[in-house]
């Protein structure tokens, strides 16, 4: 753990590769089997569970839960109390606010619920509000912003707006002003984390 700050009761199992400059607040536990990049981030009291690969300049807020056969990209932004279970799919420089839970059992207590398990894949540099809930199975594409509280129950399309319960669609990315009426647009069509890229 090169250059890593490790702060008081903090458990990294054996099994874990992770990568230099990484900073784990207190009671962070990291279960072992994991791939963890450079410039890793944890907020207090995150658990990450075992067999998961995760990306460079990623960031996990406090009491937020990864568990296991999740895949995280570089530049993530994980915010506090988000549940990410098994399968879960978050492409590069996604983002995602407080208490977002992903979900994976389309039945839960079935008895097979493990056989038909269908993670959740966010695309790159999506984002996504605060209380949000995604349903098992739900592809989000690029650039996709889902608003606050919004339950989404569908697919995605990339840079589509999606609020309410069920989610809809109600504009695209490049169509969303400031709320605050300033004038420029939250999200520019050419987003500066996205240049460069294919």
Avoid at 32 to 42: E, K, V
Avoid at 140 to 161: E, S
Avoid at 162 to 188: F, I, M, Q, S
Wanted: proline share 8%; charged share 15%; net charge neutral.
């Amino acid at each position: 753990m090169t250059g890593a700050v490790v702060e008081e009761f903090c458990v990294v199992r054996p099994g874990t590769t992770l990568g230099p400059g990484a900073t784990l607040r207190s009671h962070t536990v990291l279960y072992g089997g994991s791939t963890i990049g450079a410039n890793f981030a944890t907020g207090h009291h995150v658990l990450v569970r075992e067999d998961n690969t995760i990306g460079d300049d990623v960031s996990i807020g406090s009491l937020s839960v990864v568990e296991h056969h999740v895949t995280i990209g570089d530049r993530v932004r994980i915010h506090s109390q988000c549940f990410v279970p098994e399968y879960t799919v978050l492409a590069d420089d996604a983002w995602v606010g407080p208490r977002v839970t992903f979900t994976n059992a389309p039945f839960p207590r079935c008895p097979s619920v493990s056989t038909c398990m269908r993670g959740v894949h966010v695309g790159r540099a999506a984002r996504i509000g605060a209380n949000a809930t995604i349903l098992p199975g739900v592809r989000i594409g690029a650039r996709a912003v889902i608003g606050a509280g919004t339950v989404v129950t569908k697919d995605v399309p990339p840079g589509a707006v999606v609020v309410g319960n069920p989610g809809r669609p109600v504009k695209t990315l490049d169509e969303l002003v400031c709320p605050a009426g300033l004038d420029h647009r939250p999200y520019p069509s050419l987003d500066p984390i996205l240049e460069g890229t294919a």
